[in-house]
C-alpha cells in the first residue's frame, strides 16, 4: 500500500511538471485606490497600452474590474515562437515577421483559441511549419527580435487573429474575415 502511495505522490508530480506552461493570459482585478498608471507601472508597461489592451477610451477603472494584460513568455517560449515565426515568414520583411509573432500573441488573448502559447502554435492544422516539421529548424536573429517586438507591440496593432498567402493556399473562411493589413505575400485579417 505504502508503494502504491508512493507511485500516486511521483506520478502526480512527474504530470504537473509536464504540464504546458501556461504564460500567457494574466489578469489584473483592480483594487479600492488603484490607478490605471500605478498599475501599468507594477507591470513594466504604459498605461496607454493597458488602456489600448482593454478598449478604455479614458483612465477610469473599479474596483472589481478586470483588466488584460500583454501576454509574457518565458525563453522557451520565445524561442518556439520565433522558430514558428522563422518557418511561417522565412522571406519576408521584419514587419512581416512582427505581424506573423503578433497574430499568436493575439490568439492567446482570443477566446476563440487556446489559452496558452504552445496549445495555440500546436493546435492541429493552424501552422504547416507543426505538420511539416521546420518548427524544429533554428530561428535567426531576425525572427527572435521580431517575436520580442511582437510582444512590446501587444495592444496596438489591428487585432488580426488570421493571415495566409493567397498565391499558396485559399479558403472560404478566411475569405469572409475583414482584411487588416497585407505585409509582402502575407494577408492578415481579423
Do not use: C
Not at 1 to 27: F, I, N, Q, R
Not at 37 to 46: E, L, P, W
Not at 110 to 131: A, E, N
Request: charged fraction near 20%; hydrophobic fraction near 40%; glycine fraction near 4%.
Amino acid at each position: 500500500m505504502k508503494k502504491l502511495l508512493m507511485l500516486a505522490v511521483m506520478l502526480t508530480g512527474v504530470l504537473w511538471a509536464a504540464s504546458p506552461v501556461a504564460a500567457d493570459k494574466e489578469v489584473h482585478i483592480v483594487d479600492r485606490g488603484d490607478t490605471l498608471y500605478n498599475i501599468a507601472k507594477d507591470y513594466g508597461i504604459s498605461a496607454y497600452q493597458l488602456m489600448e489592451l482593454n478598449d478604455k477610451q479614458s483612465s477610469m477603472i473599479y474596483p472589481g474590474e478586470r483588466l488584460e494584460l500583454p501576454v509574457t513568455l518565458n525563453e522557451s517560449q520565445i524561442d518556439l515562437l520565433s522558430r514558428l515565426v522563422e518557418a511561417e515568414a522565412k522571406g519576408e520583411s521584419y514587419a512581416g515577421k512582427v505581424a506573423v509573432a503578433t497574430v499568436v500573441l493575439n490568439r492567446v488573448e482570443s477566446d476563440l483559441f487556446p489559452d496558452t502559447l504552445r496549445q495555440v502554435i500546436y493546435q492541429d492544422y493552424q501552422f504547416t511549419p507543426v505538420s511539416n516539421g521546420q518548427i524544429y529548424q533554428p530561428a535567426s536573429q531576425q525572427s527572435e527580435a521580431a517575436v520580442y517586438e511582437a510582444l512590446a507591440y501587444q495592444g496596438y496593432d489591428n487585432n488580426s487573429l488570421f493571415f495566409y498567402n493567397p498565391d499558396k493556399a485559399s479558403s472560404a473562411y478566411l475569405a469572409a474575415k475583414e482584411v487588416t493589413v497585407v505585409i509582402g505575400d502575407h494577408v492578415f485579417l481579423r
